[in-house]
């Protein structure tokens, strides 16, 4: 079946520091990506959806300048969240399709800000 | 607004039992309807996913029914195993490439 990876699984940073989350489709090219964050025991958040090529479309709500988001080819997608603090500490998911094929979820990134 | 409505919140089923858990959507342009199992730390992973042109979908022991009428929809877990002890996510998106909402989740717990 389609595999998603991303990287890194953990991160633990000082407030300040910007972190770069990595989305990676391994094995079909990922013409949409979709970035969430998920806070314990709560729902998936959709914060953007990113097509190739294109800028990000970001949900209302969500920093565009906070959360960066590119994806340059059909396999990569990165979200930089930037200036990190304690309250951006979250779990980030990625999610990639093809066409209009069902989305395929990363394992997602536990981001911790001291 | 939350447009995809899911119960209940938690479930505790006995092993070898069913595992019902509902959903109900309000937008009438959805047309694909996934459900999504996720066990702690990991992402969601697709379980089943059903479109409008058919009332019931089955893969193993999950199956989805759909009524159009009523707008929702449900997942049935056959012969629940402690294994399936997870967390269960409903969503829905319209035609094409569009985001999924997602409900609220329900935690089961599948006990022996």
């Known amino acids: 079946g389609a595999v998603v990876s991303q990287h890194p699984s953990r991160v633990i940073c000082k407030s300040g520091t910007s972190v770069k989350i990595e989305c990676r489709s391994l094995?079909?090219?990922?013409?949409?990506m979709f970035w969430y964050r998920q806070f314990p025991k709560q729902s998936l958040m959709l914060m953007a959806t990113?097509?190739?090529?294109?800028?990000?479309?970001?949900e209302q709500g969500v920093e565009k300048d906070k959360f960066l988001i590119n994806h340059a080819s059909l396999t990569l997608s990165t979200l930089t969240v930037t200036s990190a603090h304690p309250e951006d500490s979250s779990f980030y998911i990625c999610?990639?399709?093809?066409?209009?094929?069902?989305?395929?979820f990363g394992d997602g990134t536990r981001l911790s800000i001291l | 607004q939350q447009q995809v409505k899911q119960s209940p919140q938690s479930l505790i089923v006995q092993k070898g039992g069913i595992s019902i858990i509902n959903c109900a959507y309000e937008?009438?342009?959805?047309?694909?309807f996934p459900w999504y199992q996720q066990f702690p730390g990991k992402g969601p992973a697709l379980l089943i996913a059903?479109?409008?042109?058919?009332s019931e979908k089955k893969e193993g022991r999950f199956t989805i029914s759909f009524n159009k009428s009523a707008k929702q929809f449900s997942l049935h877990i056959m012969d629940s195993q402690p294994g399936d002890s997870a967390t269960y996510f409903c969503?829905?998106?319209?035609?094409?490439?569009?985001?999924?909402?997602f409900g609220k989740g329900t935690r089961l717990s599948v006990i022996a």
């Open positions: 999610s990639a399709s093809q066409g209009s094929q069902p989305q395929h």
């Open positions: 094995d079909f090219q990922a013409t949409t």
């Open positions: 990113s097509n190739e090529g294109s800028k990000a479309t970001y």
């Open positions: 937008n009438t342009a959805f047309d694909y």
């Open positions: 059903i479109r409008p042109d058919v």
């Open positions: 969503a829905a998106s319209s035609a094409g490439n569009t985001p999924l909402v």
